[in-house]
């Protein structure tokens, strides 16, 4: 139990362009999901929180024109990164919550922007 | 704001040998301490996790302490294997909130 999936694990983009990740409850209902970026070698930043229904809650310094949020079901989350830059290379991560406090992984998301 | 930290960052045990990978935290409302492994390319897997009512966890070759004084808590493998080998991350939540707050994460080596 308490899958969760994302897609597409591996996405390679030129600069300029929006690419769109999923992430999947399989197996559970998720009131709240977070997205997390996660750097070489570094430990997991929460980007926002995700709440079924209601705007997204973003941490300090992201920005939420740039990472759009949506959840618009118990078991779907995703994440838009708009007008992708070099920078935004990076490995992104989803996670939900089934309840309080517990959260499961989704494999992560591997972008490239060239 | 809640802070976790972890140490050591890097460990090698031969395996067969036990690992021990500690974290502290600083918010006393802290109430929920799980643990993630990390393989490369991958998302974490929560591997244990354990609630401030209960002072130790322990399943298969895997247990959690936590010591509510001190604010830290450990996790123990007995018996390592080299697929034991994996970034291993802490973290903790409070009732409320829903967020973790991770530590810096530790990669571990078991060497064959």
């Known amino acids: 139990g308490a899958v969760v999936s994302q897609h597409p694990s591996r996405v390679i983009c030129k600069s300029g362009t929006s690419v769109k990740i999923e992430c999947r409850s399989l197996?559970?209902?998720?009131?709240?999901m977070f997205w997390y970026r996660q750097f070489p070698k570094q430990s997991l930043m929460l980007m926002a929180t995700?709440?079924?229904?209601?705007?997204?809650?973003?941490e300090q310094g992201v920005e939420k024109d740039k990472f759009l949020i949506n959840h618009a079901s118990l078991t779907l989350s995703t994440l838009t990164v708009t007008s992708a830059h070099p920078e935004d290379s990076s490995f992104y991560i989803c996670?939900?919550?089934?309840?309080?406090?517990?959260?499961?992984f989704g494999p992560g998301t591997r972008l490239t922007v060239l | 704001g809640e802070n976790v930290e972890q140490h050591p960052s890097t460990l090698s045990v031969q395996e067969g040998d036990s690992a021990v990978i500690k974290c502290t935290y600083s918010?006393?409302?802290?109430?929920?301490f799980p643990w993630y492994k990390q393989e490369l390319g991958k998302g974490p897997q929560l591997i244990i996790d354990i609630r401030s009512n209960v002072g130790e966890k322990k399943d298969q070759r895997i247990a959690v302490t936590l010591n509510k004084t001190a604010k830290h808590f450990s996790l123990h493998i007995t018996e390592t294997q080299p697929e034991d080998s994996a970034v291993y991350f802490c973290?903790?939540?409070?009732?409320?909130?829903?967020?973790?707050?991770f530590g810096s994460g530790t990669r571990l080596l078991v060497r064959p």
């Open positions: 995700s709440n079924e229904g209601s705007k997204a809650t973003y």
């Open positions: 973290a903790a939540s409070k009732e409320s909130s829903y967020k973790l707050i």
């Open positions: 197996d559970f209902q998720a009131t709240t």
């Open positions: 918010d006393s409302a802290s109430n929920y």
């Open positions: 996670s939900a919550s089934p309840q309080w406090n517990e959260q499961f």
